[in-house]
């Protein structure tokens, strides 16, 4: 079995979590790595893992330099959520001839929001012969990829819904923060205000990426403000206790519309008084298909693997700017 | 929109029912049909499908003609379930450049059962610039490609673990027929010996296939004979009213080994007793993936929307023999 060789780009919590994953794989050889904050260029990137092995891995800050040194065919860019700050990045990657499978969350499904710049993105790759991908467990996923691969045995689908719960408290500190636990009412509308608290990064995409799989037009898409979660008892998070009236997570929605009517439903609850995760997409049609994940899916491990396993799909594809609905599934790799 | 133009080639039950959910669609033109059936050729396709309105399709017994005659991209493939018997079938419409989309069950997964022929008919797809797949609601799709689907968000997989739960009194009378419904068990037990009951096709074929998707080596892959489910009760079916101690239906199973521990589990389960159906796939692997459609997914309706809705995939993929899980995932069609 040849190993494909990648490069990781973006050295911060989840690139360190893609390294991890990927060194116990047979199926990838790591060569390289790359970010910009000072912390951590010049340091080897094993420093950075829990095993804090050294593996000879030094982060670089130079992607020209790195791509003439170092053969490689995919680049593992976890970086930021919007297109137009990785825009750059991704460019200097596919220029250099690498296949690029990126977290980016407006990546996942560019063409809506970003018409010129995905055509642009595109023309590039092909142009470059690699392939550029944005995907993650959602978007990515569980809210486009999966409810589009559930369409299959439809032979008419009216709406979709998709629906993640899950318990906020059993998940990392920074995301328990960001889901404004502990705070007020108050303070949190004001975060929301502020754009400090955005609520579920995506769900716009996911929605374009469904309405495009089935062949809809959309009159209307709209991604509604995060709602706070309100303690009701005393509840425990790594935070501290939630006292009652004080938040303890939250709810994103977004919803589509065509011809009037409601077609595409999303919702990501993520608060600590959650007692039982799970995904479900619900396709009314024919027929219908009621789909459940019980327990949900982890958020982190899901976006290390779906990337991960995204990588030899990417790099098989034919050349351009790749959708997870348009590229075969990503499948568990060895 | 640009239609596909389909040629429907067998006008059996499932060349009706694809012909009929065809013409509800806009993405496809039905442009020719094809039977061997001395009823059935030199007549109207409209007669014999519910609506008997004609079509202006005459079934014809002469691919050859057809194909010169008519311009299409795509034939929907119903005949039997055998490779080697659909063989010259599939490679003289390969030979007119044609797509074919086949529910020959052992095409799903040929490669390990066939290699020679797979090879064959692959490199002659490659060479007339066609596409063949084999695809259906099962296998093609519920315990296959679906499973491997949900490995996408797992760092690792151990076992898989699939059960089609289903009522057989809901289905067509012929199945019914087909799973022992109203024998005694020792008829049912001749009827399994002279391979007149065969339980479900196709089972090992998804077991191939799951295990190519993961990069599995299996040292054993074993299909059990269908086992009967007997009546503990008076059960009602469309055949009569199934007496106790007789048979209501069966359980098909299958299994494979890898390293000599249980990695793959199918299970189909068809009988009049069941009262909640399902389709479930479990995963046991980092992380669990437990999922399951509540209601299960209708056979017939299945396998026609899945084999229909593969058509564009079909006709867009590179050629040659291609199985499920590495065409991109196939969705509902307008």
């Not at 559930?150 to 709406?159: E, I």
């Not at 995904?279 to 982890?298: F, L, N, Q, S, Y």
């Amino acid at each position: 079995m040849k190993k494909i060789k990648v490069i990781v780009y973006g050295c911060g919590v989840m690139g360190r979590k893609m390294t991890e994953a990927l060194l116990e794989k047979k199926s990838f050889e790591l060569v390289g790595a790359l970010d910009i904050n000072p912390q951590l260029v010049g340091k080897d990137l094993g420093e950075f893992l829990a095993s804090k092995k050294k593996l000879g891995i030094i982060i670089g800050n130079d992607p020209k330099a790195l791509f003439s040194r170092v053969k490689a065919q995919a680049v593992i860019h976890t970086t930021t959520s919007g297109l137009k700050s990785v825009y750059p990045q991704i460019s200097q990657c596919l220029k250099a001839g690498l296949n690029v499978i990126s977290t980016c969350e407006e990546l996942s499904y560019p063409w809506k929001r970003y018409p010129k710049l995905s055509r642009d993105l595109d023309q590039l790759a092909q142009k470059c012969g690699a392939t550029v991908v944005g995907t993650g467990i959602n978007p990515g996923y569980l809210m486009d990829t999966l409810p589009l691969v559930l369409t299959a045995p439809c032979l008419k689908v009216d709406t979709v819904k998709v629906t993640r719960m899950m318990n906020s408290a059993r998940r990392r500190i920074p995301f328990q923060a960001k889901v404004g636990t502990g705070l007020t009412a108050k303070e949190f509308r004001k975060k929301i205000d502020d754009k400090i608290i955005t609520g579920h990064v995506g769900l716009l995409e996911s929605i374009n990426m469904i309405a495009a799989g089935l062949g809809w037009t959309l009159n209307e898409a709209v991604e509604i403000p995060p709602k706070p979660v309100i303690a009701k008892k005393p509840v425990k998070t790594a935070l501290g206790v939630v006292t009652p009236g004080k938040v303890i997570g939250l709810v994103s929605r977004a919803y589509a519309k065509k011809n009037g009517k409601k077609v595409i439903t999303l919702e990501f609850c993520a608060n600590a008084g959650v007692r039982k995760e799970y995904d479900e997409i619900i396709i009314e049609g024919h027929p219908r298909i009621h789909e459940k994940i019980r327990g949900g899916v982890h958020g982190d491990v899901g976006t290390v693997a779906v990337t991960l396993n995204t990588i030899p799909r990417a790099v098989e594809a034919p050349a351009g700017l790749k959708v997870m609905k348009d590229l075969p599934p990503a499948i568990a790799t060895p």
